[in-house]
């Protein structure tokens, strides 16, 4: 064994990987739907998924920055975008191989959003006010049920989030 051969083994898992990830991608243009369903029930998170279209990655986090995700228009692995024209695929294979594969398994992560969005809302909320807040964000994304996910709004800079 040579570092020659390690180092080639090493890209073709990370290529492995990155394919993986994009086999899937039917499976990740459902998730910005689902997760705006699942969201005003129990509490709102960032919304990402549906805002930016990226699920961020919580195995490529730097110093408290998320600097990485799975494109859910593509299925690509990509860095964390600044703006519209800044979506770009992740080419670092040691940063491919840091990520826990478990968050690579799109079926799990839909199979959670999908439970979480048939929660009742909690009592602290008004049912009729967060239902209009998501058809709202829906209408504003270009969101709806079985349709693909995607991305036809310029989103924001995110930075507060993702660094």
């Not at 039917?26 to 998924?49: F, K």
Request: net charge negative.
């Amino acid at each position: 064994m040579t570092i020659k051969k390690l180092r080639r083994n090493q890209h073709e898992l990370a290529e492995e990987i990155r394919q993986f990830c994009r086999s899937q991608v039917d499976l990740w243009n459902q998730l910005p739907w689902l997760v705006l369903q699942a969201q005003g029930r129990t509490g709102w998170g960032p919304g990402y998924e549906y805002s930016v279209g990226m699920m961020v990655l919580e195995s490529l986090n730097a110093h408290g920055y998320h600097i990485g995700g799975v494109d859910l228009e593509t299925g690509e692995l990509i860095y964390a975008p600044k703006s519209q024209s800044d979506i770009r695929p992740i080419t670092d294979d040691a940063q491919i191989l840091h990520i826990d594969l478990e968050e690579l398994d799109a079926k799990p992560i839909l199979k959670q959003y999908i439970e979480l969005s048939q929660e009742e809302t909690g009592s602290y909320y008004n049912y009729e006010e967060q239902e209009k807040q998501r058809q709202a964000l829906a209408k504003r994304y270009h969101l709806a049920a079985g349709k693909p996910y995607r991305r036809k709004t310029p989103f924001k800079v995110v930075e507060d989030y993702l660094g």
